[in-house]
């Protein structure tokens, strides 16, 4: 380490090249293990699990799901669209990814439900907090992507308050 700050100490512009390009020379073990696969959009179909205090909620309906991977680190943007009947919503997350092995990364997600319209959705019908945990494997030697998830909305209907939690499930192609 000391070997680094004296060189850096007596070069006074560096590119970000050089750096990385520094950092590998002297940190030969850099291999880990990184999923396979990085963004992706899909579709599929998403269940509400649970209602307000008149029954709104449970729900089957559509989902489309769109993840961008951050590049060199272990976190996501992901977006659902959760489509059922005349309601609709968005959920906009940042997830923490753990590759599981090759294929496979488990995740949790944070964010908001951002529901269109007045009617209940399979995650409320008021913006809320969420919480996302899921799941996406990657098919070997293809593009392909399935992926499963809940989303547990909390505080998140008007009339009666109260967690809304749907789950999905659908296939993408990688990008």
């Known amino acids: 380490m000391q070997c680094l700050q004296n060189l850096f100490s007596k070069v ?3 590119t970000l090249a050089q750096i990385v390009l520094i950092s590998i020379a002297f940190n030969p073990q850099l291999a880990s293990a990184q999923a396979a696969y990085g963004s992706y959009v899909g579709a599929g179909v998403s269940l509400g699990l649970n209602g307000n205090s008149n029954g709104e909620g449970r729900q089957l309906g559509g989902v489309i799901a ?3 991977k951050l590049q060199e680190l272990p976190f996501s943007l992901r ?3 959760l489509i059922s009947g ?3 919503a968005i959920v906009p997350t940042v997830s ?3 590759p599981v092995n090759w294929q496979t990364d488990a995740y949790l997600g944070a ?3 951002l529901p269109v319209g007045d ?3 399979p995650v409320g019908d008021k913006a809320s907090f969420a919480l996302q945990p899921g799941v996406d494997y990657s098919v070997p030697n293809s593009n392909t992507v399935v992926f499963g ?3 547990f909305a909390f505080d998140a209907y008007r009339n009666g308050g109260g967690t809304a939690i749907s789950v999905q499930g659908g296939v993408g192609v990688r990008f």
Do not use: E, F
């Open 149 to 151: 998830n809940a989303i």
């Open 12 to 14: 006074k512009s560096i």
């Open 66 to 68: 769109g993840r961008y």
């Open 119 to 121: 009617s209940a959705t």
């Open 79 to 81: 977006t659902q669209a």
């Open 86 to 88: 005349s309601s609709s």
């Open 111 to 113: 964010g908001l439900v």
């Open 96 to 98: 923490y990814d753990y």
